[in-house]
Every structure is written in structure tokens, then in C-alpha cells.
Nanobody, 127 residues
Framework: QVQLVESGGGLVQAGGSLRLSCKASGGSFSVYNLGWFRQFPGKEREFVAA???????YYAEFVKGRFTISRDNAKNTVYLQMNSLKPEDTAVYYC?????????????????????WGQGTQVTVSS
């Protein structure tokens, strides 16, 4: 069983930066595929970024050039560095994990491909 705990959310002004962290416990972190998703009130979760066990990286189009995903296997932690934040980035951010060596590129974007989730961390960007 893998447990994921996010941290680093908060209130920031537009144009500012935040770094989200997600620390995992249980399982073999280095072989997990890890993703960040976000959810707006009343909406389904949407893909933000993912980093595979192989360190392949995927981004949603709307965050390219602003957000950076990374992982530190020694610390069992995945990060999401968010720069140039916009009010429309305001959401609850979740990290997710899935063990598989066989995910296709498109799988990383899908909520249903991840079977472990954190509790979420609120990010609020003021204008």
C-alpha cells in the first residue's frame, strides 16, 4: 500500500511561484509512475504533469513552460514547481501514483490509470 502526502500549497499573488511536494511511503518509489492533477470546484480532476519511472515527462499543454515536475527517489518525493501562476491555476492539486512498466504515453494523462492518490493541497492565486 502506498500513501501519498502533498504539501506546499497556499496563497500566492499572480505571477508568483509555489513548489508542491508529494512524499510517498510504502512500495518501491523509484519504480512508480507519478502524476499531478488538479480539480476545480464542481469539475473532474484534470491532468497537469507526470513523470514516469523511466523519468520520461509529460505536461498538459496549459502548463508548459510554467510548471516543472521532478522526482527525488532518495527522498521518495515528487515535486511540482509552479512559476508564473495565474488566477485560473487556483485549484486543489493532487499527486497520484501507479506501478506499471507498460503505460503508454496517453495513459499518463488519465485519472483512471492511477491507483494511489494523496489528499490534495489547495493552491490559490490572487489577481
Amino acid at each position: 500500500q502506498v500513501q501519498l502526502v502533498e504539501s506546499g500549497g497556499g496563497l500566492v499573488q499572480a505571477g508568483g511561484s509555489l513548489r508542491l511536494s508529494c512524499k510517498a511511503s510504502g512500495g518501491s518509489f523509484s519504480v512508480y509512475n507519478l502524476g499531478w492533477f488538479r480539480q476545480f470546484p464542481g469539475k473532474e480532476r484534470e491532468f497537469v504533469a507526470a513523470i514516469a519511472w523511466s523519468n520520461s515527462i509529460y505536461y498538459a499543454e496549459f502548463v508548459k513552460g510554467r510548471f516543472t515536475i521532478s522526482r527525488d527517489n532518495a527522498k521518495n518525493t515528487v515535486y511540482l514547481q509552479m512559476n508564473s501562476l495565474k488566477p485560473e491555476d487556483t485549484a486543489v492539486y493532487y499527486c497520484a501514483a501507479r506501478f506499471s512498466y507498460n503505460l503508454r504515453g496517453s495513459d499518463y494523462f488519465r485519472v483512471d490509470q492511477y491507483n494511489y492518490w494523496g489528499q490534495g493541497t489547495q493552491v490559490t492565486v490572487s489577481s
